[in-house]
């Protein structure tokens, strides 16, 4: 329906100011060079889809799937671009064939997020984005290719044997992101594999596939038939830069002091709970001490809301904000686990605050959703705000790419929009 398109469409101008902001990351410009070392300066489909999927995910403040813990749009929007960049046949296509392929891509990598129970396996060292990226890119890409439904399922078979979520941090610049990037190129492969009539076990994830990675899988949540609601519609926008875990706790601690008016540095305590499932993620012994452990550290977004508010929205984080207010708040923030919070989860990921100001009054907010939930004020004012914040660049620009989007689920042309994101297409309608 046009409603789905449209809602496909912001998520692509959300993805367009990840791409921009994301550029300039340490760990990205490393990337950047290492592929271009491979390719010998002349970009192939693999290094676009690789650069394009790393430098969204390492931004984190791309879009995420609550339910499946997956962060969806760094692959499903990454692919589908990279693709029509590098094939003139497809970026002849119109937009709203691209966006149909992106609504494919979040349905199969929401639902196989939801399957294998994501939030669990981030206990278990797994992480949920680069065992379900394959399968987004494959879907993605299947449709946008225009592949028949038994190819297709024989691409995502093919994509989903070769699934790694294995967690790899490693000191900066790290790596990591290269996880989730090489296994959408892997997925885009198993999409053109299976279109030159490769295929694979029919059977695998009725069994099989549980039995060799021991991941329960739940195929029920795979096969059951469509009911009226995508997969997209569950996805949640970041409001600013961190990892989802700490921004609903954050969103309530930052509103506690606005409609209180109480003075963060004499706050005599903070009071902060949480499910317990992500609890020990959030509560670090010591504040952040680099850009990855930055956007975990609850504490440190406590500091930046009260003393610092512009470093939510600081992409790359090449230093830390250094404050010894932020230092001292830190030490009066406790964190613990809430039962009756762990209930609405993962669907919801609440938490409760409560402050105790210099005078001995106490706040407290408890709330089930943070800025850019499904069911918050969150539309295309809101992510294009966020943008210029993130990028600093203009309202003009940021109008410029709202329009280019908007005018993919009307079916306009590609072009565009490939222009806006780095990847070419028609440069005059997107300068730089």
Avoid at 62 to 88: E, F, K, N
Avoid at 206 to 218: E, F, H, K, P, V
Wanted: aromatic content about 6%; proline content about 6%.
């Amino acid at each position: 329906s046009s409603a789905v398109l449209d809602v496909a469409a912001l998520h692509v101008f959300d993805t367009l100011g990840a791409l921009d902001a994301g550029r300039g990351i340490e760990e990205t410009v490393a990337l950047a060079a290492a592929l271009a070392d491979g390719d010998g300066g002349v970009p192939s489909l693999a290094s676009r889809i690789v650069a394009a999927v790393a430098t969204v995910r390492a931004t984190e403040i791309d879009d995420i799937h609550l339910a499946g813990c997956v962060t969806p749009s760094s692959v499903v929007v990454s692919v589908a671009l990279a693709l029509a960049a590098s094939l003139p046949a497809l970026a002849a296509r119109r937009g709203d064939d691209l966006l149909r392929a992106c609504v494919a891509g979040y349905e199969a990598m929401g639902r196989f997020g939801r399957a294998i129970d994501g939030p669990a396996l981030l206990g278990r060292g797994l992480w949920p984005t680069p065992l379900c990226a394959g399968i987004g890119a494959a879907a993605t890409a299947g449709v946008l290719l225009g592949l028949p439904p038994a190819a297709l399922a024989h691409a995502l078979g093919l994509a989903g044997a070769a699934a790694t979520g294995i967690n790899t941090r490693g000191a900066a610049p790290t790596g990591r992101w290269l996880t989730v990037a090489t296994g959408a190129a892997n997925g885009v492969l198993a999409a053109l594999a299976a279109g030159r009539a490769m295929t694979c076990d029919p059977l695998l994830f009725d069994g099989r596939w549980s039995a060799a990675t021991g991941i329960a899988l739940d195929p029920d949540v795979l096969c059951t038939p469509f009911a009226g609601a995508f997969e997209l519609s569950a996805l949640s926008f970041k409001p600013w830069c961190g990892a989802r875990q700490t921004m609903t706790a954050t969103a309530a601690f930052r509103d506690l002091l606005a409609e209180s008016g109480a003075d963060a540095e004499g706050l005599r305590e903070v009071q902060v709970e949480v499910p317990e499932a992500h609890r020990a993620m959030i509560d670090r012994p010591r504040l952040a001490a680099d850009r990855q452990e930055s956007f975990a550290d609850l504490r440190y977004a406590f500091g930046l809301v009260a003393f610092a508010p512009d470093g939510l929205f600081d992409v790359q984080r090449d230093a830390l904000c250094r404050d010894p207010r932020i230092d001292a708040l830190a030490g009066k923030i406790r964190i613990t686990g809430d039962a009756a919070l762990t209930q609405p989860y993962p669907v919801r990921w609440p938490a409760r605050v409560t402050i105790l100001a210099a005078d001995g009054t106490q706040y407290m907010r408890e709330t089930m959703l943070a800025p850019g939930d499904p069911g918050t004020d969150f539309g295309w004012d809101a992510v294009a705000a966020k943008r210029a914040r993130l990028t600093g660049g203009s309202s003009a620009v940021a109008a410029r790419d709202m329009a280019i989007c908007l005018a993919l689920a009307a079916g306009g042309a590609i072009g565009p929009v490939l222009a806006a994101s780095g990847f070419g297409g028609d440069a005059a309608a997107a300068p730089r």
